[in-house]
């Protein structure tokens, strides 16, 4: 590198460290900046409680399948009858000289046993826990204890579908039917309630609620208040200034939105489902969180700076955007990823880019809310199933896991029709474009902009 080129480089790195410097050293001096940062740090924490009181909540068990009850009223419940050879039907059918279990222990003693499932086209998973399926006797023929015809008695196939993309079981009857609903829910709920968090709340309202405050008058504070003239007189020009006002801005929200992530980590790690310590396997969501609020409120900042110059009246076409951007954030969060109009704003790749993440670090999500929405093969509805309801459990209670619902709602696909790290890498490169954009044009309508006196 030559020596007049050197000199170039440091000429400019000593200008954008100047200018990016002392819009940092504004922030820090104005109240307004700590308010911002308080009150985002202060709606996280609140929600954050709702979570921690969740989470340490036990959720009301089910028995999905009714055999915990006393049908025929000799004092035995239906599974104990079943596992020892009795009519559960008939009052004068039960196990003579043995003593009769209590009832809890025959809720959510068949669990979920569908561990390793891939998107194979066939699988036989699930596990007769109780016995209710594998007993013989005149309850139950051999016929019936392979209702899928897979000829694998007492198991669960599923069926990935490539075309739908979706997971279909077909069950024997009487396999995983009665789930641990405070293992499922809290997994499921934890799940959702990342997505949600990070979705709505960091990558959405952080992401615009940052620039809307901090980035409209960047540049427009300057020209109205005339100390923008000092800057300009220096042999700068005014996309420069542009550019190392936004680095500025950047220097200040990318720390908080990073250290902001971090600490919700770190809380959800400790405190969500599980048999460790610490949920690792959250991190990488996490990651992508913050990755895209990064790049979102990049490109909020560069456009709310930009709608500063243009008119002095900026923050209200910021909030007409901001708008724009909370209905591409329900269209996005309801269509699943399945549409073409989530495309047309910012929020729409920024929350793609959160999906990728959790498909990349969540990849058994699909068939977790499958399980959830199967909930063991018992329908609340024309199941035969009794309604018992105490101060211990609920028999046939609904018709999905809970949290399968909220977990459904927030999961969603990317919609390009690609690998997940290439539509990574296109989400990635469309907020820079539009970054980018909204400078170029930015620095065209500065230029042409007369400073006030």
């Known amino acids: 590198m030559s020596e007049e080129t050197e000199r170039a480089w440091a000429k400019l790195d000593r200008k954008a460290t100047a200018i990016a410097e002392f819009t940092l050293r504004q922030y820090r001096t104005r109240l307004s900046t700590w308010v911002v940062l308080s009150v985002s740090v202060g709606a996280m924490m609140l929600l954050n409680l709702f979570y921690l009181d969740f989470m ?3 959720l009301r068990m089910n028995d999905n399948d009714g055999d915990s009850y006393d049908y025929d009223g000799d ?6 009858e079943i596992m020892l050879g009795t009519d559960p039907f008939n009052e004068l059918s039960y196990p003579e000289g043995v003593t009769p279990d209590p009832a809890s222990k025959y809720i959510n003693e068949d669990d979920f046993d569908w561990d390793n499932i891939t998107k194979d086209s066939f699988q036989s998973i699930g596990y007769d826990d109780d016995g209710d399926c594998i007993r013989d006797g005149q309850l139950i023929t051999d016929s019936q204890k392979d209702n899928n015809g897979n000829l694998i008695p007492c198991d669960i196939a599923v069926y990935y579908s490539n075309f739908s993309q979706v997971y279909i079981i077909s069950t024997d009857g009487n396999v995983d039917e009665d789930p641990n609903e405070d293992k499922f829910g809290k997994e499921a709920i934890h799940r959702a309630y990342i997505l949600s968090v990070g979705k709505m709340g960091i990558v959405y309202l952080l992401g615009i609620f940052l620039p809307l405050f901090l980035a409209s008058g960047l540049v427009r504070n300057e020209m109205n208040d005339g100390t923008m003239h000092f800057m300009l007189a ?5 996309g420069e200034v542009l550019l190392y006002r936004m680095l500025g801005y950047l220097g200040i929200v990318w720390p908080f939105i990073i250290g902001l992530c971090i600490l ?9 489902p599980g048999e460790g310590l610490f949920r690792f396997s959250d991190l990488g ?21 930009v709608f500063g110059i243009l008119w002095k009246q900026g923050m209200v076409l910021a909030i007409i955007l901001a708008a724009w951007e909370l209905g591409m954030a329900f269209v996005s969060v309801l269509a699943g990823g399945d549409t073409y109009i989530q495309w047309f704003s910012v929020i729409g790749w920024g929350l793609m880019i959160v999906d990728i993440g959790a498909a990349l670090n969540w990849q058994d999500s699909p068939i977790l809310i499958e399980m959830g929405n199967w909930h063991g093969g018992y329908p609340s509805e024309n199941s035969g199933c ?25 999961a969603s696909t990317h919609g390009l029709g690609v690998g997940n790290w290439l539509a990574a890498i296109v989400a990635s490169s469309v907020l820079v474009i539009q970054a980018f ?17």
């Open 386 to 410: 009794y309604y018992q309801f105490n101060e211990a459990y609920d028999i046939c209670e609904s018709e999905k896991l809970p949290g399968t619902e909220p977990l459904e709602f927030f």
């Open 285 to 305: 969501v996490w990651v992508s969180i913050c990755f895209a609020a990064m790049l979102v409120s990049m490109v909020y900042g560069m456009i709310f700076c």
């Open 437 to 453: 954009l909204a400078w170029v044009i930015g620095q065209a309508i500065f230029k042409s902009k007369e400073m006030e006196v």
């Open 75 to 80: 004092g035995y419940p239906t599974g104990q």
């Open 234 to 238: 220096k042999p700068i020009s005014r």
């Open 56 to 58: 340490t909540t036990e």
């Open 264 to 272: 919700m980590a770190l809380i959800t790690g400790f405190l969500g």
